[in-house]
């Protein structure tokens, strides 16, 4: 790989490409093994750090000492001549011969209390405003939101006395969760199969199942512009959803913003529950 190569990798996960350049990197991503590899090695270098540079500093504060505030010995050997020098004055002052009755105290008085007004009660048919909710981490909503597709259609029963084809191998591991099975099966699949929209969508929600974002918006990308109509709405949602998973939530907004004002998307509701959740 080249240095020009390794800058735009690099400027891709900083995400600092313009949008013509991210759909070309994203195009490269999906056709040019080479380049997803390195991509791909770029991707867990990043996490590697990540996770290096929080067990370091875990281990920064757990050896770091503790200080001791400058004096306390000495404050606390004052305290205790003192105390001391109290018992031993209790001890040796002479008691008085007959014990004087001590006056009544005086009745305590009480201040007057304020009581705290209370706010306004609601108007009848209008209730107080809620709370601000919580936001959610990015990872967080996508774990809970994020189902793999699946369709009837899926589902392939085989004979013992059928030979096992390939494509067969590849919807079997995918339905049953198989799914670093199923990418690898993949692979040994025709080409007009593996350029089947239907293909390409199951590779992607295999690669989302599996932690793979990057590799999986680069193929959901074109297929979200898909000349068939269910694979491209499809396609944008979970387009949406490895935006999500990636912590690009600007495009992940944007993208659910398109899926909730499109009426005919089968995912607008779920759009637009996750818009809610991202505010």
Do not use: C
């Amino acid at each position: 790989m080249n240095e020009q190569d390794r800058l735009l990798i690099e400027r891709y996960y900083r995400q600092e490409l313009t949008e013509a350049e991210r759909l070309s990197v994203e195009q490269r991503l999906a056709s040019d093994p080479a380049f997803r590899a390195a991509a791909q090695l770029h991707e867990k270098a990043i996490g590697a750090i990540r996770l290096w540079g929080r067990a370091d500093l875990k281990k920064r504060l757990a050896d770091r000492p503790l200080k001791r505030e400058p004096g306390s010995r000495k404050g606390l050997f004052v305290h205790v001549l003192l105390l001391l020098a109290v018992v031993v004055a209790w001890w040796i002052w002479p008691a008085p011969l007959v014990d004087a009755p001590a006056p009544a105290p005086a009745p305590p008085t009480v201040p007057p209390v304020d009581t705290p007004a209370l706010p306004p009660a609601a108007p009848p048919g209008r209730s107080q405003p809620a709370a601000s909710p919580k936001t959610i981490p990015a990872a967080e909503l996508f774990a809970s939101t994020f189902k793999p597709y699946t369709e009837a259609s899926l589902q392939v029963t085989v004979r013992d006395n059928t030979p096992q084809t390939p494509l067969n191998t590849f919807l079997q591991s995918y339905t049953r969760g198989q799914y670093d099975q199923a990418i690898a099966s993949f692979e040994l699949l025709p080409a007009t199969l593996k350029d089947a929209p239907k293909t390409q969508l199951l590779l992607a929600n295999a690669l989302l199942a599996t932690r793979q974002p990057v590799r999986a918006a680069a193929i959901l990308a074109p297929l979200s512009q898909s000349a068939h109509a269910k694979y491209a709405a499809d396609g944008r949602w979970y387009l949406a959803l490895s935006q999500l998973a990636s912590g690009e939530l600007s495009r992940a907004r944007a993208a659910l913003e398109l899926i909730r004002a499109d009426a005919s998307s089968s995912h607008q509701a779920e759009a637009r529950d996750l818009l809610k959740k991202l505010q």
